[in-house]
């Protein structure tokens, strides 16, 4: 049997690791911290609910950064305590609190998708988008259809 506590456990430590190499400028690790937390969470929800409701707990981790990236991951499936997490957090100042504040405005967007409730279907990668809304359309709505992005290599003289 999987331990999921195991991997909840994971799941905070690589938070931890990508806030602290992002706070050193250390784009790379903190990316390579982000891969291996998602890929922990796909291992949760390979456990359907019940692989979600261990995360949860994460809602009261002593550090924000983890409250928020459970609760911003959570927010389908445990609504209303996600939510409370994240208000609190995008009080403060910073980038976590800033991150806490953008999960929310893509949550009442209805933009955000980072748990689809289909995807017991299959995997994350074939999830549908999330439904636009007035506020935010998807980016081939806003482009004539009959035109394309141009580089300079386009045209005469340009590129190389």
Do not use: Y
Not at 42 to 71: C, E, I, Q, W
């Amino acid at each position: 049997m999987i331990d999921l506590q195991g991997l909840v456990a994971e799941f905070a430590r690589h938070v931890q690791a990508e806030t602290e190499a992002a706070w050193r400028g250390d784009s790379k690790t903190a990316n390579k911290h982000v891969d291996q937390c998602l890929a922990v969470f796909d291992k949760l929800r390979a456990h359907g609910d019940t692989g979600r409701d261990a995360l949860a707990v994460l809602f009261t981790h002593p550090r924000m950064d983890v409250r928020v990236s459970a609760a911003a991951l959570l927010l389908r499936h445990r609504t209303a305590e996600a939510k409370a997490v994240l208000e609190e957090a995008a009080k403060g100042k910073g980038l976590v609190p800033f991150e806490a504040a953008q999960a929310l405005k893509r949550w009442e967007e209805g933009t955000w998708a980072l748990d689809p409730a289909d995807d017991d279907a299959g995997p994350p990668e074939a999830a549908r988008p999330a439904p636009s809304s007035k506020r935010s359309r998807p980016r081939t709505e806003r482009t004539a259809p009959d035109k394309r992005r141009r580089s300079k290599r386009d045209k005469r003289g340009g590129g190389s």
